[in-house]
C-alpha cells in the first residue's frame, strides 16, 4: 500500500467542496437512491477513491453487479483503508463501512457477495466516491495500483 497520507478537511472546506448529497452521505450517514447513482451501472476501468481525502479504496477490477442498485465490491484495495462498524438503526443490525483516512460513510458490507471471491458484498454509495480512470492513475499518484486492474 502507498505510504501517502490522506486528510480529512475541516467541515468548513467540506461543506463548500462537496455537493450536498456528497455531504448528507459522507458526513451524515446519508443514503443515495438505488439505481439512481453515479457509479452503480460504470463499468470503466480505474480506481474509486474517498471523496473526502482521495484515499484509494476499490478497484474496478473488485466491482460486480449484484443488482442491489449501488455500486458493489468484492473488496478493498486493503482492508486498512476501511473500517467496519456495527450499524443497528434503521430496525437493522448491519455492519457500517468507512474511509480510515476521512472516517467518510462510505455504506456497509454484507455476506451475500459471491463465494468465488470471499462472500463479501461492499454496498458503497456513489456519492462518497471519487473515480479515477486507469489512463489517469498514474499521473495522480496511484499508478502503484495499476497492476492490480486486470
Not at 497520507?5 to 467540506?14: A, G, N, Q, V
Not at 460504470?42 to 476499490?58: A, M
Request: charged letters at 25%; a negative charge; aromatic letters at 10%.
Amino acid at each position: 500500500m502507498n505510504m501517502k497520507t490522506y486528510i480529512k478537511p475541516d467541515d468548513t472546506i467540506l461543506r463548500d467542496t462537496l455537493s450536498d448529497l456528497q455531504y448528507a452521505v459522507t458526513q451524515l450517514n446519508y443514503t443515495e437512491p438505488p439505481f439512481d447513482n453515479e457509479f452503480y451501472d460504470d463499468h470503466r476501468k480505474g480506481l474509486y477513491v474517498d471523496v473526502t481525502t482521495g484515499q484509494p479504496l476499490f478497484l474496478s477490477s473488485d466491482k460486480y453487479d449484484s443488482g442491489c442498485g449501488w455500486p458493489s465490491f468484492t473488496r478493498p484495495v486493503d482492508n486498512s483503508v476501511i473500517n467496519e462498524l456495527p450499524d443497528n438503526s434503521a430496525g437493522m443490525h448491519r455492519t457500517e463501512v468507512r474511509s480510515s483516512a476521512g472516517n467518510a460513510h462510505l455504506g456497509h458490507v454484507f455476506t451475500d457477495g459471491p463465494a468465488d471471491k470471499g462472500g463479501l458484498r461492499y454496498c458503497i454509495n456513489s456519492a462518497a466516491l471519487a473515480f479515477i480512470p486507469a489512463d489517469r492513475m498514474q499521473a495522480e499518484g496511484y499508478g502503484y495500483l495499476l497492476d492490480r486492474l486486470g
